[in-house]
């Protein structure tokens, strides 16, 4: 302070060449489901449960390395739950099988491990066992699930996943062929019961079967700007009454396709595509069959707000 003219001198630092930079757009967070982890004593037969409602039941005797070395220490468990079109979409965990469309009642990935992080294998029967919170449904098969180089999921028929005991609210009936109140214990008693022989992505879906007219859904999306350098598109089609997400293909430059779908079905189509520094989004909700609607607008988003309209689009 200069006490003669009553002025002060204030130094400005120079701005940061950093804080001008545009940060990349980071979908990692966004586009996946959080993991939930575990600490379990390796001595201890153990139950978890899932944020979500799942329960497991592990037994640490039966989990070993690759190479079948003693474990020491801590074993850790890795969880993500799938029980929503939205988780589902995230994860890019298609109701897809080779091909052919599948109606989803839940989706898991569990995977051990010693606390150096060195993966363990199961090597006992029964030594893992899942039960879902989701009441039996008929005609429903378990999967196991693999990615494929471009991160989509595809679910396999598989032996591994083997059912323990499974009821069904038909079999609670009374002697004299009247239903009774289900009570709270013989809810859980009709939930998916399974053990499973090796550690991954795991489902219980059935394959849909629908009379209707087959058709192929055929969809453009519009961007505000010309991109040039887009880095990654992400094109989904999630059916309004089903627990069904399935991917969109591109046919040409301009034209993404999936085919044989049934005529009239409602569906959401959901577009987020990425740039180096912007991120665009667009939904639409329309009908399989109907070519008016299926060219779908897309606007930009901040990564924050994205996440808020996934919640609210499905």
Same mark, same amino acid.
């Given at each position: ?45 153990? %139950?978890?449960?899932?944020? $979500?409602?799942?329960? +497991? ?5 039966? &989990?070993? /390395?690759?190479?079948? !070395? *003693? ?101 609670? %009936?009374?002697?004299?062929? $009247?239903?009774?109140? +289900? ?5 859980? &008693?009709? /939930?998916?019961?399974? !053990? *499973? ?118």
């Amino acid at each position: 302070m200069n006490r003669t003219i009553g002025m002060r001198e204030v130094y400005q630092y120079p701005v940061s060449k950093k804080a001008s930079i545009i940060q990349p757009v980071d979908l990692t967070k966004i586009l996946s489901v959080s993991s939930q982890t575990f600490t379990i004593d390796p001595d201890m037969d153990t %139950i978890l449960y899932g944020k $979500e409602g799942t329960i +497991i039941f592990i037994n640490p005797g039966c &989990l070993a /390395t690759k190479d079948s !070395s *003693i474990i020491s220490g801590k074993i850790k468990i890795e969880l993500k739950e799938l029980y929503t079109k939205e988780a589902l979409l995230k994860e890019r965990a298609f109701t897809i099988s080779n091909g052919s469309m599948l109606e989803s009642d839940g989706s898991l990935y569990i995977q051990a491990f010693s606390e150096t992080s060195v993966p363990l294998f199961i090597n006992c029967e029964n030594a893992v066992t899942i039960r879902l919170p989701r009441e039996v449904k008929e005609n429903m098969i378990y999967f196991e699930g693999h990615r494929s180089e471009d991160g989509n999921m595809n679910w396999d028929l598989t032996e591994n996943i083997a059912p323990i005991f499974e009821e069904t609210y038909s079999d609670f %009936i009374a002697d004299d062929g $009247e239903e009774y109140q +289900i009570s709270e214990t013989e809810k859980i &008693l009709n /939930t998916y019961f399974f !053990s *499973i022989k090796n550690f991954g992505w795991i489902n219980c879906d059935r394959f849909y079967d629908d009379v209707r007219e087959k058709t192929d859904f055929t969809a453009q999306f519009i961007l505000p700007v010309s991109e040039k350098k887009l880095l990654e598109v992400y094109n989904y089609i999630v059916f309004d009454s089903l627990m069904s997400v399935i991917p969109l293909y591109k046919e040409d430059s301009d034209v993404w396709v999936c085919p044989n779908l049934p005529l009239g079905a409602p569906v959401t189509c959901i577009s987020i595509q990425k740039s180096d520094s912007h991120l665009y989004y667009g939904v639409k909700k329309t009908i399989i069959g109907d070519r008016e609607s299926s060219v779908i607008e897309l606007k930009e988003i901040k990564e924050q707000e994205l996440q808020k309209q996934l919640d609210l689009s499905l």
